[in-house]
Every structure is written in structure tokens, then in C-alpha cells.
């Protein structure tokens, strides 16, 4: 029934910006609680950043500053703005959803990680050369 789809994803060069896009279908976009996640090749999946039960938002400590998670429900769309891209950030980018109707913070989403989230997108690519 839940459905996610991310889109914007590309190749940039080292300091160049993008936008990533998450649709979601299939459920009530405002009782979830939701969060970017991304994985490099021979890396463990890692959070991105997180927008809570409260709209409240958070950021891993790699992108604090350059990285903006936005959402409009309207449009049942979650979105991830990333500015000064680096070759670090080059990885499979997830859009994820928590579990329905909890009252989860967007740190307490952060800390659980992998564990506070049930529904995941196909994952977009997103390569940055230096």
C-alpha cells in the first residue's frame, strides 16, 4: 500500500547543488514520519536527515549546513535539498517512512536510524566528481 519514488538524482561536479524528490502514494502522507537515508559501495546505509512526527527536523553531522530535508503535503512529496556537494556524498539516495500515527521527533528518528523506518523507495543515484 505504501509506495515511495525518488527522483533527481544525477552526475554534479564538487561544489554543485540538487534536488532530490520523494512521491509517496498509497497512505496518509501527515501520520508519518519520514527521512533521507544514503549508501556508498562497500558502506553500511547511513540517515541523512529526518523531519518528525512535529515537522521538527534533523541532520546527520556530514551535512549539517549544506544539506535542507523539506516536505510539502499537499503533494504527498518529501524533498532533499543538497548544496555544495562533495565527492564524499556520492551514493544511493533512499527516501524512507517511519511507522504510522507515532509520535516520533525527527532526533529520535536520527539516533534509531534504519530500525524507526518501515517503507523504503528504489533509491536514486547521485555521483559527484571532483
Given amino acids: 500500500q505504501v509506495q515511495l519514488q525518488e527522483s533527481g538524482g544525477g552526475s554534479v561536479q564538487s561544489g554543485g547543488s540538487l534536488r532530490l524528490s520523494c512521491a509517496a502514494s498509497g497512505y496518509t502522507y501527515s501520520s508519518y514520519y519520514m527521512g533521507w537515508f544514503r549508501q556508498a559501495p562497500g558502506k553500511e546505509r547511513e ?22 530535508i523539506s516536505q510539502d503535503k499537499a503533494k504527498n512529496t518529501l524533498y532533499l535539498l543538497m548544496n555544495s556537494l562533495k565527492p564524499e556524498d556520492t551514493a544511493m539516495y533512499y527516501c524512507a517512512a517511519g511507522k504510522a500515527f507515532l509520535r516520533v521527533t525527527a532526533v529520535q528518528a536520527l539516533d534509531h536510524g534504519d530500525r524507526a523506518f518501515s517503507y523504503w523507495g528504489q533509491g536514486t543515484q547521485v555521483t559527484v566528481s571532483s
Fill in 47 to 68: 540517515v541523512v536527515a529526518t523531519i518528525g512526527f512535529d515537522s521538527s527536523v534533523s541532520y546527520a553531522e556530514s551535512v549539517k549546513g549544506r544539506f535542507t
